[in-house]
């Protein structure tokens, strides 16, 4: 066999290999993005209380309370407890990609735009996208950056604008808890936040998320996430998740 025969069958064989295991990452990416859709959300519904701490440049700048059901993986309820001046208003989210927000002052529900949907609640950096990474399968592109026998880091980038307002999100996905323990969200390119989940508990037979901080990658800022009293499997009804109970303002 010549030299020139003999390196095209080397180069042709390695990109046979570079071919397969490029085909093996893209399908080890897509399974640990359906892992962690499937155990983000284990049962069947949920329902617990929020306590949100703004704290910025070291000081808290503001409190704020909530109380969250869900059920199944595309519908779920965000009611402010207080303060008393914006009590009662409340968003509905019915899947990934559909919000709406009701305004107790005038009674009214609007639809929240795509490209507002990263918006964080009432001025902390907690956006009612940031809540669950349920939807990521479906219009996102997975590529696994690093895998360990700890953890999974995965990045996925939207389809396009409407699929959600990141560019990307990269998840750090605790092999042995189950769960994404930290999520860096990219606006236009650029770090906007990044996700810290901590402090499971396992009272309910699954590993339930007691702790989220959201430190802002532009400004001195963090947004503190208590959770408690969470119940599961309580049967809550699909009617608490429509439009029309929404403008009850119940």
Do not use: C
């Amino acid at each position: 066999m010549d030299r020139a025969v003999l390196r095209s069958v080397i180069i042709g064989s390695v990109l046979v290999v570079s071919g397969v295991v490029a085909a093996q990452q893209a399908a080890d990416a897509n399974q640990v993005v359906r892992d962690i859709e499937r155990n983000e959300f284990r049962f069947d519904d949920v329902h617990y209380k929020m306590k949100i701490k703004l704290v910025e440049g070291g000081s808290t700048t503001r409190e704020i309370e909530f109380e969250v059901w869900a059920k199944g993986s595309d519908k779920m309820l965000i009611k402010i407890t207080a303060p008393g001046e914006v009590a009662g208003t409340a968003i509905l989210q019915l899947g990934p990609r559909t919000m709406y927000m009701y305004n107790p002052e005038d009674r009214s529900v609007r639809l929240i735009a795509a490209s507002a949907r990263a918006q964080g609640l009432l001025g902390t950096d907690y956006a009612a996208a940031d809540a669950s990474l349920m939807g990521i399968s479906d219009g996102w592109t997975a590529s696994l950056l690093e895998s360990t026998a700890e953890t999974h880091k995965i990045q996925v980038v939207p389809e396009n604008d409407d699929v959600s307002p990141y560019s990307k999100i990269v998840i750090w996905y605790d092999r042995a808890r189950e769960k994404a323990t930290k999520m860096e969200y990219y606006l236009d390119g650029e770090l906007a936040k990044t996700i810290t989940r901590s402090d499971f508990v396992n009272e309910n037979g699954y590993n339930d998320l007691t702790h989220v901080e959201v430190r802002n990658a532009r400004a001195d800022r963090v947004t503190d996430v208590r959770i408690t009293d969470t119940e599961v499997n309580t049967g809550l009804a699909d009617s608490l998740f429509t439009k029309r109970n929404l403008m009850l303002g119940d």
